[in-house]
């Protein structure tokens, strides 16, 4: 179990945070059209998993534009942000924004992510939710780089994560 902070205040996350060096847990999320996409679907591809709440708070929104900023540049690299949020409203809001950079995954079907990279928010306001975190992976599911943001509200280190790449 670690611990973050949401505006100072201590929030419980469950689960085991992947380090560096590990080898990533298998998942199945649902993407924009409801088909499942697995971990193993994305073999021989460096993922960079940008994990947070909700689509609809500043800090999150912020995450994915950034991230779809930097993706189109990333050679053989898959951008994955996932979030509790339904694939509908992921969708709406890359659609909104015009970001075609990045792939949106909803953990609405995969729970058992949620825990198995220890993002798992247990009290608090977000509880149920992912709290914000950055994994690298490489082409074979080992983690480059790993960061859970202490405080919930506070942006990733963009710059640590791609040059982890």
Partial sequence: MSSVTMR???ISIGGQFPAKGDKA?????????LSDVSLASLTGKRKILNIFPSVDTPTCATSVRTFNAK????ENTVVLCISADLPFAQARFCGAE????V??????????FIRNYGVDIENGPLAGLTARAVVVLDEDDKV?????VSEIGNEPNYDAALAAL
Avoid: I, Y
């Fill in 144 to 148: 480059l780089h790993s960061e859970l």
């Fill in 25 to 33: 847990p298998a998942f199945s999320l649902v993407a924009k059209d």
């Fill in 103 to 112: 792939v949106n995954l909803s953990t609405m079907r995969g729970s058992e």
């Fill in 98 to 101: 015009g970001l075609d950079s």
């Fill in 71 to 74: 993706a189109s540049a990333l």
């Fill in 8 to 10: 100072g205040n201590p």
